[in-house]
């Protein structure tokens, strides 16, 4: 709407200091019920429940045939020391044959191990692409459902909801995809590796397994240090980003005030901050390697020291070292993936339960009436027009009323000009009128039924708005236009630009009515857009019209044009017209002025004028200013 009410606006800012500067998730940040939230997760995966538990069975088979590839390669290293060494004794040579079988067999191992590993990469996409297909149209249908409230200050701001769709989406499709797998793989891993070891040495897994306490000091101290810096740093790159949006937008402001310094030393202050979290936070993320590395090397070194002891004595094959040696290799890397995995996991946590927070959101309640006879739901149909407001107080906070006993009638095909100062209620009756918001009391009525007896789109379907925050979407002109009424002809979309004196600019366009408006139609004028949803409200052919300052950002003389153009889409439908210049409604059938949410005055202009009263002193002030 073009303006908000006072009390909504102190709602507003009252919601925004309550969830703070931030509201979006940050790397690191945890599920506040991380046990409820898996169970809704896995709620929510039942229908793929049956893939689900086949890609993990596949990735055990996986990581197995792995673990299992270097003891059958010692296998085939035995079989070449034991043919060397009885070819020295005269005793015999290599058998060539028996190392072919074991090296044909471990080539099939290793080929089952890629198999069943790519079938699972191909489940586990399907799953997460699925599932979160799934959320962005729950989350996509949900938005349509929530009260108007719930983004008024109540719940959440529609970017945050944007950002559930798409950052949150994101994020628990990617950790959906690879964290679950990788814990699974990882605890195979170090359990199939474990196993394998002690079964070739007992003593030589002792002297691994001596390393474990010094890897998890390192892992615990590096999480620790490193988890707070990431925070920083995604808060900070929040800060950036919304510093770069802002001066981005308001750089010809920035320009005109000669402030392009101050812009740019303001920006360096948070890109310094940024660049001091995320050094630290990638500085010491990046000791994990190397510091695992180490560990994994002083295992390395002792099993080298007691495997060669071990081997002089007898008590071990040079073969069994050798698998020994690369079990050792793959026996700390699973466990650097598993510290990683409890962050990732607790990050698809907190994506999940902000989705789902969303999604568990109030939705509108409707209230239609059935028919006690038939007990279907009353419907309006095309409404005739005629709108009562009888004794209707509301408030967006409880206690705080904005409109405390506004009573109106307004007859069918008439036109009501609404007129006051900011903070008024003029733009919150509308709302009310479109069911936005239910009245505290009294009853609004179209036709005789209460609004609140009537489907919100069965009583919707009868309005048409022209606002002063034009709204048009990415497509071409013709698309805009057609919005208004999906079903309407090419010749009918033209006929309503040319009615709202449209296509004199639209064939300076190239491609004219095909011509692709970016996002936001930034590629044409504020005017043209008020225009075009003009004409967009003239398709619709509504019964009731809502306009709201809808000529405030066209010139002088197209303003002529269009209040002409709108006096005759306002002929036999009632219209609502919200104007702070008041030569626009001169020829108002009823003007209600408005302060406090009470209507002080009403009448025709002439008659407030003679009044002289409240609205006569209004527009006395706007000539004299124009004077």
């Known amino acids: 709407m073009a303006e908000e009410d006072a009390s909504l606006k102190e709602q507003q800012a009252r919601a925004r200091r309550m969830r703070g500067p931030k509201n979006r998730f940050a790397g690191g940040e945890k599920a506040k019920d991380f046990k409820g939230t898996l169970r809704k997760l896995l709620g929510a995966l039942s229908a793929e429940l049956p893939k689900l538990i086949l890609a993990l069975v596949l990735a055990v088979i996986s990581v197995i045939f792995g673990v299992v590839g270097p003891k059958i390669l010692g296998q085939a290293t035995n079989e070449v020391f034991l043919g060397v060494a009885a070819k020295a004794q005269g005793t015999g040579g290599i058998d060539f044959a028996a190392i072919a079988r074991i090296l044909l067999f471990l080539l099939a191992i290793y080929c089952l191990s890629s198999a069943a590993q790519a079938i699972q990469g191909w489940l586990m996409t399907g799953i997460s692409q699925r599932t979160v297909f799934r959320f962005r149209r729950q989350i996509a249908e949900k938005i349509a459902k929530v009260p108007l409230s719930y983004f008024d200050g109540e719940g959440i701001s529609k970017g945050d909801a944007l950002s559930r769709m798409t950052n949150d989406v994101d994020t628990l499709s990617q950790t959906l995809n690879n964290g679950l797998v990788q814990l699974v793989t990882s605890l195979t891993q170090v ?3 474990a196993v394998m070891m002690v079964s070739i040495s007992l003593p030589l897994a002792g002297v691994t397994f001596l390393t474990l306490p010094l890897a998890a000091l390192v892992l615990f101290v590096l999480i620790r240090y490193s988890q ?6 995604q808060a900070q790159l929040g800060a950036v980003n919304g510093k770069i949006e802002e001066d981005f937008s308001g750089q010809v402001v920035i320009q005109s005030f000669n402030q392009t310094d101050r812009a740019i030393a303001e920006f ?23 510091l695992m590395g180490l560990v994994g090397n002083l295992g390395y070194v002792g099993v080298v020291v007691v495997g060669v002891g071990l081997a002089v004595q007898g ?3 040079p073969g069994d070292i050798q698998s020994f040696i690369q079990y050792v290799r793959n026996f700390t890397q699973p466990l650097t993936q598993l510290a990683s995995v409890s962050n990732t996991l607790q990050q698809m946590a907190a994506c999940a339960e902000r989705i789902f927070e969303f999604l568990d959101a109030p939705e509108e309640e409707e209230t239609a009436k059935a028919d006690p006879a038939t007990g279907e739901i009353e419907h309006l149909g095309t409404a005739q027009g005629k709108v009562d407001f009888d004794h ?15 009573t109106a009638d307004v007859p069918a095909g008439k036109t009501v000009a609404i007129v006051g100062p900011t903070g008024a209620g003029k733009t919150t009756l509308m709302k009310l009128l479109l069911r936005f918001y239910d009245v505290d009391g009294g009853s609004l009525s179209v036709d005789g039924h209460d609004v609140r007896d009537i489907l919100r789109k069965d009583l919707r379907g009868n309005f048409a708005m022209v606002l002063q925050d034009s709204w048009l979407f990415q497509g071409t002109i013709r698309e805009n236009i057609r919005f208004g009424r999906l079903d309407a002809t090419d010749e009918e979309v033209e006929a309503a ?24 139609a930034t590629n044409i004028s504020q005017g043209q857009r008020q225009l075009l949803t003009i004409a967009r409200a003239v ?23 269009i209040q002409r153009a709108m006096d005759k889409l306002m002929a036999g439908r009632t219209s609502f017209v919200i104007a702070h210049r008041l030569s626009t409604i001169r020829d108002a059938d009823k003007i209600l002025v408005l302060e406090d949410g009470d209507v002080v005055e009403s009448g025709t202009h002439e008659e407030l ?10 527009y006395q002030s706007q000539f004299d200013r124009m004077a």
């Open 497 to 520: 630009a040319r009615y709202a004196h449209c296509e004199h600019f639209i064939k300076t366009l190239p491609g004219g009515y095909d011509f692709e408006l970016n996002e936001g």
């Open 392 to 406: 209707i107080s509301f408030g967006y906070l409880p206690g705080k009323t904005i409109i405390h006993d506004f």
């Open 268 to 290: 360096e202050k948070e890109n310094d901050a940024l660049f001091d979290s995320a050094w630290k936070s990638q500085f010491l993320s990046g000791l994990m390697q190397p």
């Open 315 to 317: 008590a071990i094959q």
């Open 539 to 561: 398709l619709a052919d509504r019964p009731i019209l809502i306009l709201d300052e809808a000529t405030s950002n066209v010139d002088t003389r197209t303003e002529w044009r």
């Open 191 to 193: 359990i199939g590796v």
């Open 228 to 233: 707070r810096y990431f925070k920083a740093q």
């Open 609 to 618: 004028l003679a009044k002289q009263g409240v609205y006569a002193e209004l």
